[in-house]
Structure formats: C-alpha cells, structure tokens
C-alpha cells in the first residue's frame, strides 16, 4: 500500500518561510510527475506547482518567484520551498502523484496525501 506523507506545515509571519516536504512509501517501481495542490477555506482546491519525473517544473502565476518545488527520485520525495508567504497562501497543502508505477506495466493514477496546514498571520 502506498502512501503519500506530507510534512513542514505550520504558523509563519507574513514574510516568512517553510519547506514543506512529501514522502512517497511502500514498494514502487516509478513515479510520474508530482505535484503540490492548496485548499483554503471557502475556496476551491488549486494547484500550486507541478515537477515532472525529469524535474521539469510549472507553477500558478501568484507563487512565481516565491515558491520552489524540487524532487529527490532516489527518496521519492518532493518539497516545496515557499518564501515571502502571504496571508492568501494559508490553506491545507496537498501532495498529489500523478501516476505511480508499481511495476513496469501495473500503476494507479491520482495518489493523495492526507494535507499540511500552512497558515500566514499578518
């Protein structure tokens, strides 16, 4: 069984920084691109920034230049480097996987962590 487990959230100034980090678990054989999505409360979920298996990157507009996803494939890990946060930055941080490979040709789409609370006091 494979699980996703985020870690790193907390309360920071509005200024400040955290790292969040998510950990993939069990016996996999690849994992595909992954990605970090947000939830605020009264807001739709959203996605935040995406790697690709080969580290290509993408980000929404409002966390450019602000936040860093990076990806360790020997740890099948992800982080996210969030600097200068924001009061509209407080939401529940999610990491997603996009396709997991169990074996070369058995894999499951869509493997979610359980969330890290990121909240920004100004």
């Known amino acids: 069984q494979v699980q996703l487990t985020e870690s790193g959230g907390g309360l920071v100034e509005t200024g400040g920084s955290l790292r969040l980090s998510c950990a993939v678990s069990?016996?996999?054989?690849?994992?595909?691109?992954m990605a970090w999505y947000r939830k605020a409360p009264g807001k739709q979920r959203e996605l935040v920034a995406i790697i690709t298996s080969n580290g290509t990157t993408n980000y929404r507009d409002s966390v450019k230049g602000r936040f860093t996803i990076t990806r360790d494939n020997a740890k099948n890990t992800i982080y996210l480097q969030m600097n200068s946060l924001e009061s509209d930055d407080t939401a529940t941080y999610y990491c997603?996987?996009?396709?997991?490979?169990?074996?070369?040709?058995?894999?499951?789409?869509?493997?979610w962590g359980q969330g890290t609370q990121v909240t920004v006091s100004s």
């Open positions: 069990g016996t996999i054989f690849r994992v595909d691109a």
């Open positions: 997603n996987a996009q396709k997991i490979y169990y074996t070369e040709t058995y894999f499951e789409y869509d493997i």
